[in-house]
């Protein structure tokens, strides 16, 4: 079975803080992304990447960067963190391929409080 | 991608059929029609998918119209487990694979 585990289920930070999320897969999927989910919202797309060190920006990705610097591994970084950005945290992975198209699998998400 | 419409909620009793529906008028030749489902306070989880043919796996079986321009997702016996938003997504088979979730559908599964 494919697995998808985030650093933390539940963080609190404080405003200005710099905030570190962190995914890890263990299925050498090519694709991963980074989604936040607000009630009303959805699933929004931050940022995602279909390489090592390669990325591309998402839907929303003002206030967040991330980094690839291995394929088993994609984290979401929130440099100075506001309260706008209190939100669950979604990370998913998929395959890469033109052959057809492919799941994403997702982790149990990290829900975030900025205080 | 395109956008695809589903009601807000249904009921479905315990051990029946669930018929979840979803239009995608606007679906492209090349698009796909995939369906997730999040249970509450987990991360969404993937049903199955289709291009033109209707699909069965060992979770729900996809039913698409010949025009393509909607589908509609079984769950032959639900269970309590099931409740859930289930979300129909159109995603084109080559590109970033990203997906665009809408709000879904939540099915409360009753006894």
């Known amino acids: 079975d494919v697995k998808v585990t985030q650093s933390s289920r539940y963080l609190v930070k404080r405003t200005g803080e710099k905030v570190f999320l962190e995914c890890v897969q263990d299925?050498?999927?090519?694709?991963m992304f980074w989604y936040r989910q607000d009630p009303g919202l959805g699933l929004r797309l931050i940022y995602f990447?279909?390489?090592?060190?390669?990325?591309e920006k998402g839907d929303i990705p003002e206030g967040y960067s991330v980094s690839r610097e291995k394929k088993e591994r994609f984290s979401l970084i929130l440099e100075s963190a506001s309260t706008n950005q209190t939100s669950m945290y979604l990370c998913?992975?998929?395959?890469?391929?033109?052959?057809?198209?492919?799941?994403?699998?997702f982790g149990p998400g990290t829900r975030l409080t900025v205080t | 991608d395109a956008k695809t419409t589903q009601p807000p909620s249904m009921d479905c009793a315990e051990g029946r059929a669930a018929n979840l529906p979803c239009n995608h008028s606007?679906?492209?030749?090349?698009?796909?029609v995939y369906w997730y489902r999040q249970i509450h306070s987990q991360g969404p989880q993937y049903i199955i998918h289709?291009?033109?043919n209707n699909e069965t796996n060992e979770m729900a079986s996809l039913i698409i119209t010949e025009d393509r321009k909607s589908s509609t997702l079984i769950l032959p016996h639900a269970t309590l487990r099931d409740t859930a938003v289930y979300y129909c997504?159109?995603?084109?088979?080559f590109g970033t694979g990203k997906l665009i979730f809408g709000q879904g559908t939540t099915l409360q599964v009753k006894p």
């Open positions: 998913a992975s998929s395959l890469i391929g033109l052959a057809g198209a492919h799941e994403q699998y």
């Open positions: 299925m050498d999927h090519e694709n």
């Open positions: 990447s279909y390489d090592v060190k390669m990325k």
């Open positions: 606007t679906i492209s030749g090349n698009e796909y």
């Open positions: 289709g291009l033109k």
């Open positions: 997504i159109v995603r084109a088979e």
